[in-house]
Each structure stands twice: as structure tokens, then as C-alpha cells.
């Protein structure tokens, strides 16, 4: 793994953005952010881990919704600045419900929503109204 963080360039604080695309489809699910803690235990366990910058705390992909993400494989780009991890998604990859949380498009001078929500976020995050 010394190669791999050798090639690496974290920001200053210590993160780096991590593309999330679905290995059978190639469809772009997601990016967040990940710090060296987040990557080791991604290669260890094979589920992915990111680092959330909210809670500054590790963030394990499905621990709270049961979406998750196992790695089949992870890529860096050519300046070492970004991640892309190939995974095998369960479920959607956004908080709002979607399978994506690229699910905004410019058409026509216009911002849309190009997809529903597969799932009400009540029902993904165990969520009640009372």
C-alpha cells in the first residue's frame, strides 16, 4: 500500500474526492470524500468507506441506510488527485432516494431532475413522521 499513498495528493486537509461508479452499468453514483483512515479500511474489508466532513468522522457506506457499496476496485487518476471506485452497489447511492446523486441535468437552459426517487428518504432512513 506505500505505492498507493506515495501516489496520492491529499488536500490540506487530508482528503481526497472519491468517485463512486457502478462497475456493470458505468453509471457515475456518487463522490465523497476520503481520507488515508477511510481508504485502508476500504482495501481491508472490501465495503466502502468514506470520510464525512460534517460529522469529521469515518463514514461507512449503508451503516445507517443499508445502501451499500463493495469494492471490486479502486483507480487513481493521473495526478493522483482523485479517486474512482468501481463498486457493486445495493440499493440507491443518495441520501434523496435516487440511484445516483447525479440526478440534475441542464436542458435547454434549464436545471431538471432527470430521476425520481427510488425510495422515500422516511423509509430509507427509518424515519417517522410522528
Known amino acids: ?3 498507493l499513498f ?12 472519491a468517485i463512486a461508479q457502478d462497475r456493470n452499468t458505468g453509471e457515475v453514483l456518487m463522490m465523497a470524500w476520503m481520507n488515508r483512515d477511510a481508504i485502508e479500511e476500504t482495501l481491508a474489508t ?5 470520510y ?6 469515518l463514514w461507512r457506506k449503508g451503516e445507517t441506510s443499508g445502501q451499500t457499496q ?10 493522483g488527485d482523485a479517486i474512482l471506485l468501481l ?4 440499493g440507491v447511492a443518495c441520501h434523496t432516494g435516487r440511484r445516483s446523486c447525479f440526478f440534475r441535468a441542464m436542458r435547454d437552459g434549464e436545471l431538471v431532475q432527470i430521476t425520481a426517487p427510488e ?12
Open 1 to 3: 500500500m506505500t505505492a
Open 6 to 17: 506515495e501516489s496520492l495528493a491529499f488536500n490540506e486537509a487530508g482528503l481526497i474526492p
Open 46 to 50: 472490501g465495503q466502502i468507506c468514506y
Open 52 to 57: 464525512s466532513r460534517s460529522r469529521q468522522k
Open 70 to 79: 463493495k469494492l471490486l476496485e479502486l483507480r487513481i487518476d493521473c495526478d
Open 87 to 90: 463498486v457493486d452497489q445495493t
Open 119 to 130: 425510495i422515500d428518504q422516511k423509509i430509507l432512513y427509518g424515519i417517522s413522521d410522528h
